[in-house]
């Protein structure tokens, strides 16, 4: 604390208010001007806040200022950050590291270590540690006065109550919950909690992204015109309101209860067995390449790849590629336009090709609805797989019910997803060229 008193010289009265407010600590020592909603979280003393917030609230910014605060007001500090993914938690970890290395407080800094794991050590004994709660084995036995849960809502519940509490029974200690709101799980609960009169220990907020001011509201203002303003994905992720689609084909119980703890690999590992599922871009949209392990059940998302733009020339010298690398993978593409002249190059590796109807495309997403409720496929969380799947929906339409994304989506993913599910559970035949879907 030396440093800090002289660099406020002898305004020891200022100090004493800079350690008890957060706001005020932001301000003088991380340079930052935490923004109104950003204040009103900062300044709660709850044990157990739940912070609901649309996308680019700042609600990783707001986090990084609080840790920072808390570490250093509280010798001797054990924190955790924790998301669904462990490159999630480390935006927030090196947010703060960044805000420490431009502030005076970076002298309070012992180390800052990266492997095995994220861990600040400061001088006061404080510690902060990035960790991912899809390994839940790297976190039991670990002891915290303090858990920030970002992303929360992606968290499954059981990880909250086996991993998360125990941690924090040791020193009777505090968590923060912030996220994009996602079905009606825990941090749905709790959010409740706070708003209610019977809980004195939870608090909890809802804002949409336009309290940050700032973001472009030009952007959310064009977001709104994208998807409509009453749409499930405008309010979900820009207003943070807690709603689920009715219209959705997978639930979002489902959706979560398949996320696991997987490191994605490049190379196949000699022994196992694995598919390949490909959409490819037509126009505008994306062509993913998914690879599962389908050596046993549940399958596991081993390999993912999403681009656009790029010349087809590029995506088949990319498939006979991870079809090597893949053990021999057998390989499904989507055939219909496009796909039928890529799928004559790919004759040489047996690559299979899956066409497009209305009808057959709702039996392939059906095999990937039951996979998922059965919990037969599990995949790391991945950002556009998870979105794709939440907005993925049925549509009334003249002629019946269609399946597809929501507008202003794509469903590139689900389908990558869909059609190397699909090719796991078909006999395998020495056949070179061989198309499903076209006849049902
Ligand atoms: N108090 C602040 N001062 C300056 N910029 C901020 C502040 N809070 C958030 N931002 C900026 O707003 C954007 C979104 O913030 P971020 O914390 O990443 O949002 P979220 O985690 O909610 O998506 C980032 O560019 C961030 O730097
Ligand atoms: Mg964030």
Not at 243 to 259: L, M, S, Y
Request: glycine residues 6%; aromatic residues 12%; charged residues 25%.
């Amino acid at each position: 604390m030396n440093e800090l008193i002289s660099e406020l010289g002898k305004d020891r009265k200022k100090l004493k208010q800079a350690i008890r407010d957060p706001v005020l600590f932001t301000q003088i020592f991380l340079n930052h001007e935490p923004h109104e909603a950003q204040k009103q979280i900062l300044r709660d003393r709850h044990q157990f806040k739940t912070i609901v917030a649309g996308r680019r609230f700042g609600k990783t910014k707001a986090m990084a200022f609080s840790t920072i605060h808390y570490a250093i007001t509280h010798p001797g500090s054990i924190q955790f950050i924790l998301a669904p993914s462990y490159n999630q938690a480390n935006i927030m970890f090196w947010e703060i590291t960044t805000l420490l290395s431009k502030s005076i407080l970076v002298h309070l800094v012992e180390r800052v270590y990266k492997t095995p794991f994220s861990k600040i050590i400061f001088k006061n004994g404080s510690e902060i540690h990035a960790r991912s709660t899809t390994k839940p084995e790297y976190l039991r036995g670990h002891k915290a006065h303090r858990v920030i849960l970002d992303e929360a809502a992606y968290i499954p519940d059981d990880v909250i109550s086996q991993v998360v509490e125990p941690m924090l029974a040791d020193y009777n200690g505090s968590w923060i919950k912030i996220g994009t709101p996602f079905g009606k799980n825990h941090f749905y609960d709790t959010y409740l909690k706070g708003q209610s009169e019977g809980f004195p220990d939870y608090s909890s907020y809802r804002f949409p992204s336009t309290a940050n001011p700032h973001i472009s509201h030009e952007f959310i203002e064009k977001k709104k015109r994208e998807y409509g303003e009453n749409s499930i994905i405008f309010r979900t992720e820009y207003l943070a309101e807690f709603i689920e689609d009715q219209n959705a084909v997978f639930k979002w119980a489902d959706i979560q209860k398949n996320i696991a703890g997987i490191q994605l690999i490049d190379k196949g590992i000699s022994g196992r067995r694995y598919v390949i599922g490909v959409d490819l871009a037509k126009y505008m949209d994306y062509t993913v390449i998914v690879v599962l392990d389908v050596t046993e059940k549940p399958y596991r998302l081993i390999y993912f790849e999403r681009y656009n733009r790029r010349p087809y020339a590029e995506t088949i010298f990319r498939i006979k590629d991870l079809h090597k690398r893949f053990n021999l993978a057998r390989v499904l593409i989507d055939s219909s336009g496009v796909g039928d002249p890529v799928l004559e190059d790919l004759q040489g590796i047996g690559a299979e090709g899956y066409v497009f109807t209305s009808k057959s495309k709702v039996q392939l997403i059906n095999r990937l609805v039951a996979a998922m409720e059965n919990g037969e496929v599990k995949y790391p969380y991945i950002e556009d797989l998870i979105k794709e799947l939440q907005f993925f929906e049925y549509q009334l339409t003249r002629t019946g019910i269609k399946m597809g994304a929501r507008q202003g989506f794509n469903d590139d993913c689900v389908i990558a997803l869909a059609l190397a599910v699909w090719i796991a559970e078909q006999h395998s035949h020495k056949v070179l060229r061989r198309v499903y879907g076209a006849t049902g």
